[in-house]
């Protein structure tokens, strides 16, 4: 069976996200700025997961930490109006409005410029070509990192996507899916 693609992943993760959990869906409650919060914390446990002297390191594990970054960037897309696959051209890893070469080590640095662009389209003081020049930036790392595990994107938000298809819990003020513990 072939694996997905990019929007068939997609369109999986945000019928998932639409999901009522008793108060409400992650796609109801959150915000753009709240999502780029939760890409953020998603960039810094990739790290810690892509880091092979870590005891609990895998390369599963370090894939389902890259393709969670996905999921909250397919959600983002979807509240922008978009899909992931519309931000992504054929060839992603050579266009970049980043001057700097893409390296996971940057990654952090574009997190919180992602944050930071989001919150400027809510006002009004960004494009929306700013936050696909943003998205694209942070999907473009999130290839070059998959590629040291020998993944694509795609196989590392199906391995997410497969991790919390069937996750249970409720959303916060934040529109984040508390686990149920």
């Keep these: 069976m072939p694996s997905p693609t990019l929007p068939e992943l997609h369109a999986a993760v945000i019928e998932w996200a639409a999901i009522d959990r008793g108060n409400g869906s992650i796609l109801s409650r959150a915000n753009p700025v709240g999502q780029a919060a939760k890409t953020l914390e998603e960039i810094g446990e ?25 999921v909250t960037l397919c959600i983002q897309a979807h509240m922008q109006g978009w ?61 070059d990192a998959a590629a040291t595990i020998n993944r694509t994107p795609e196989q590392c938000l199906e391995a997410a996507y497969n991790k919390i298809k069937d996750r249970s819990g409720h959303i916060n003020e934040q529109g984040q899916l508390v686990k149920a513990s």
């Design 46 to 70: 990739a790290i810690e997961a892509l880091d092979p002297f870590e005891e609990d390191y895998s390369d599963e594990g370090a894939a389902q930490e890259l393709g969670d970054i996905l």
């Design 83 to 143: 899909t992931l696959a519309s931000c992504i051209p054929p060839d992603p890893c050579s266009i970049s409005t980043w001057d700097v070469p893409c390296s996971w080590e940057n990654v952090k640095f574009l997190g919180s410029s992602f944050r930071a662009t989001i919150a400027a389209k809510m006002v009004g003081e960004a494009t929306s070509g700013d936050v696909v020049a943003a998205i694209l930036d942070i999907y473009r790392c999130v290839t």
